[in-house]
């Protein structure tokens, strides 16, 4: 079946301007997951989803960043006022459940690269 | 410092070698996952131990799990060209579903 997809899976932008970015997780899949990699490092965690709600938005860098969940399914991370230190490559993951804790496999998107100019 | 860290950063071996990275943690933990990632893209799910297991096999993969010393080691042994990849543990504490990932092993394997 089809797995998580990401639009687009590159966007080079000017500072200042807002960017969107998409998250179409696997179907029937309730949980999703953003996260952010900088340049050669691990992944930070930003905003998880379990359906339409976000019980954790912890990791979320600033107030120029805001994610939505419509439907149980797409998510869209958006970014205002970009700085170039937002660039970066934005992974999206979904799981069935959301059962992190159980051990539930997350199933990642191929990413966003992201670079403000 | 991060919970999960890996060493070595980076790893270089000849193909047929076996190749140990290493995960640190500094909470207690409910499970630990490895994830590969080729390219920077998306990564993928390797295996998973449980905070009660001690080892785990998967393939060319072995997982150990040392919960006094909060480590982790993954072996892929015999290793291929093809491994080449970074390499990421992931740890989930409590009762959060936020999965923590370590900062990367970045192996290559050297035909």
């Known amino acids: 079946g089809a797995g998580v997809s990401q639009s687009p899976s590159n966007k080079v932008t000017e500072k200042g301007k807002d960017v969107e970015l998409r998250c179409d997780p696997i179907s029937g899949h309730t949980a999703l997951y953003w996260y952010r990699q900088s340049l050669g490092q691990g992944l930070e965690f930003l905003i998880y989803?379990?359906?339409?709600?976000?019980?954790?938005k912890s990791g979320l860098p600033s107030d120029r960043f805001s994610a939505e969940r419509t439907g149980g399914s797409v998510s869209t991370l958006t970014i205002q006022r970009t700085q170039q230190e937002d660039s970066a490559v934005y992974l999206c993951?979904?799981?069935?459940?959301?059962?992190?804790?159980?051990?539930?496999?997350?199933?990642f998107g191929p990413g966003t690269r992201l670079l403000v100019l | 410092s991060q919970q999960g860290e890996e060493d070595p950063q980076a790893l270089s071996i000849q193909e047929g070698e076996n190749a140990t990275m290493n995960c640190s943690y500094k909470t207690s933990i409910n499970n630990l996952q490895w994830y590969r990632q080729n390219s920077g893209r998306g990564l993928v799910h390797l295996i998973l131990?449980?905070?009660?297991?001690r080892e785990k096999h998967s393939g060319r993969l072995r997982v150990t799990l040392d919960t006094s010393k909060k480590s982790s080691s993954l072996l892929i042994t015999a290793s291929r060209a093809a491994d080449t990849a970074s390499y990421f543990c992931?740890?989930?504490?409590?009762?959060?579903?936020?999965?923590?990932f370590g900062t990367g092993t970045k192996l290559q394997v050297i035909p």
């Open positions: 131990i449980r905070s009660n297991e």
């Open positions: 992931a740890t989930v504490s409590g009762g959060y579903q936020k999965v923590t």
């Open positions: 993951a979904s799981s069935l459940a959301g059962l992190a804790v159980l051990g539930e496999t997350q199933y």
């Open positions: 989803f379990q359906g339409n709600s976000a019980p954790d």
